[in-house]
C-alpha cells in the first residue's frame, strides 16, 4: 500500500507560480513511477506530467511544457511540480498518483486526495 498525500495548493495570481509536493508513506518510494494530474470542474481528469522511478525521464502534457517541472526526491519520499507561468485554465484540482511503471502511470492504483490551485485572471 502506497499513501500520497498532496500539499502546496492554494490561490495565485496569473503569471505566478507555485510548488506543489507529493509525500509518499512507502519506503520503497522509488520503486514506482509518479505522476501528476489535474480535474476541473466539469472536465475529465487529464495526465499533467510524471517522472521514472529514477528520475532519468520525464513527460508533459503539451499544454504545460515549459512551464511545468516534475522532479522527486527518493531520500525524502518525495515528487514536487514547480508551476511557473500559471494561467487562470491551470486552475483545478492537482493529484499525484505512483505507478511501477512510468508507461501506464494513468492506469495508477495509487492517488492522493488531491490539493487545490485555483489562478486568477
Known amino acids: 500500500q502506497v499513501h500520497l498525500a498532496e500539499s502546496g495548493g492554494g490561490l495565485v495570481q496569473a503569471g505566478g507560480s507555485l510548488r506543489l509536493s507529493c509525500a509518499a508513506s512507502?519506503?520503497?518510494?522509488?520503486?514506482?513511477?509518479m505522476g501528476w494530474f489535474r480535474q476541473a470542474p466539469g472536465k475529465e481528469r487529464e495526465f499533467v506530467a510524471a517522472?521514472?522511478?529514477?528520475?532519468?525521464?520525464?513527460d508533459y502534457a503539451d499544454s504545460v511544457k515549459g512551464r511545468f517541472t516534475i522532479s522527486r526526491d527518493n531520500a525524502k519520499n518525495a515528487v514536487h511540480l514547480q508551476m511557473n507561468s500559471l494561467k487562470p485554465e491551470d486552475t483545478a484540482v492537482y493529484y499525484c498518483a505512483a505507478n511501477p511503471l512510468l508507461g501506464t502511470i494513468a492506469s495508477s492504483q495509487y492517488w492522493g486526495q488531491g490539493t487545490q490551485v485555483t489562478v486568477s485572471s
Open positions: 517522472i521514472s522511478w529514477s528520475g532519468s525521464s520525464t
Open positions: 512507502r519506503r520503497t518510494f522509488s520503486n514506482y513511477a
